[in-house]
Antibody
Framework: EVQLVESGGGLVQPGRSLRLSCAAS????????MHWVRQAPGKGLEWVSG????????VYADSVKGRFTISRDNARNSLFLQMNSLRAEDTALYYC?????????????????WGRGTMVTVSS | QSALTQPASVSGSPGQSITISCTGT?????????VSWYQQHPGKAPKLMIS???RRPSGVSNRFSGSKSGDTASLTISGLQAEDEADYYC??????????FGGGTKLTVL
């Protein structure tokens, strides 16, 4: 069964850091690009960051650029998001999402599998 | 990058058809055929319904279809069913090598 399981969320004070993880199973992880997408409580979806299978191409939303770092460990079938200098507006459910297409080292931004998300709350 | 513009809500009766619009610019929807639509039920993760403007993934009902004209993409659901009631989001690739979602549309089946 194809599965993505996020972890690492929690309550953190503004300005502090948090590292999210996403454990993948049921598919060949290093064949696919991966992304993080977040959803603030009661709000819509917001794309955060994406990384190609090889980690050669990494992109970020302007809202997190310079503060968040995406990475992956293909040997451990895992995706990560290091979040520094957290702000109240980063409060959201963070989803790990798998790209639908494979066979190239690029990003398409079409997600055919999502995890259940991990909640990050930034508050003093 | 501003969010794509979707109507906040749409509604229809069972058996009817509805269309949800998603308006962007020439830097996103109008410039690329990389538009996707996602369905999200309350408390659940999003589900891919349409990719690449009008491609329906395996397992998605053929009642769902997508199209694009200029800077506006559309999702049409025909033969509305109670289980279609959900939030729907469009997304598009942008000229800045990023992705942008719409604000979401709440579909109510009357």
């Amino acid at each position: 069964e194809v599965q993505l399981v996020e972890s690492g969320g929690g309550l953190v004070q503004p300005g502090r850091s948090l590292r999210l993880s996403c454990a993948a199973s049921g598919f060949t992880f290093d064949d696919y690009a991966m992304h993080w997408v977040r959803q603030a409580p009661g709000k819509g979806l917001e794309w955060v960051s994406g990384v190609t299978w090889s980690s050669a191409n990494i992109v970020y939303a302007d809202s997190v650029k310079g503060r968040f770092t995406i990475s992956r460990d293909n040997a451990r079938n895992s995706l990560f998001l290091q979040m520094n200098s957290l702000r109240a507006e980063d409060t959201a459910l963070y989803y790990c999402a798998k790209e639908k297409y494979t066979g190239y080292d690029g990003l398409m931004g079409t997600y055919d599998m999502w995890g259940r998300g991990t909640m990050v709350t930034v508050s003093s | 990058q501003s969010a794509l513009t979707q109507p906040a809500s749409v509604s229809g009766s069972p058996g009817q058809s509805i269309t949800i619009s998603c308006t962007g610019t020439s830097s996103d929807i109008g410039g690329y055929n990389f538009v996707s639509w996602y369905q999200q039920h309350p408390g659940k993760a999003p589900k891919l319904m349409i990719s690449d403007v009008n491609r329906r993934p395996s397992g998605v009902s053929n009642r769902f279809s997508g199209s694009k004209s200029g800077d506006t993409a559309s999702l049409t659901i025909s033969g509305l069913q109670a289980e279609d009631e959900a939030d729907y989001y469009c997304s598009s690739y942008t000229s800045r090598n990023t992705w942008v979602f719409g604000g979401g549309t709440k579909l109510t089946v009357l």
